[in-house]
Nanobody, 115 residues
Framework: QVQLVESGGGMVQAGGSLRLSCAAS????????MGWYRQAPGKQRELVAT???????NIADSVKGRFSISRSIGKATVYLQMNSLKPEDTAVYYC?????????WGQGTQGTVSI
């Protein structure tokens, strides 16, 4: 079973930056799409950003201009660079990889932005 392992969460002050990384535990699968979702307390999980194997990206309006996503295809690794962070960005961030319609999820990493 392939696992997605996230790292890079933490606590920063508003206006700061965090960089999240997610790597697959095995290279036996290739993901058509990789991306990041987040879930704040009391809210539903929402899409943050995705990127395809062809290089197309989709960024949520709420983070557009502040967050960027990148991917290392050969290493099945995806990154989320988060700049100009706001308290409302506080959430658990989950890595996602999709292979032939099947979703794989990481365990989540906490990102906390203080005022």
């Amino acid at each position: 079973q392939v696992q997605l392992v996230e790292s890079g969460g933490g606590m920063v002050q508003a206006g700061g930056s965090l960089r999240l990384s997610c790597a697959a535990s095995s290279s036996t699968l290739t993901f058509d799409i990789m991306g990041w979702y987040r879930q704040a307390p009391g809210k539903q999980r929402e899409l943050v950003a995705t990127t395809t194997s062809g290089g197309s990206t989709n960024i949520a309006d709420s983070v557009k201009g502040r967050f960027s996503i990148s991917r290392s295809i050969g290493k099945a690794t995806v990154y989320l660079q988060m700049n100009s962070l706001k308290p409302e960005d506080t959430a658990v961030y989950y890595c996602n990889g999709r292979n032939l319609g099947r979703d794989f999820w990481g365990q989540g990493t906490q990102g906390t932005v203080s005022i």
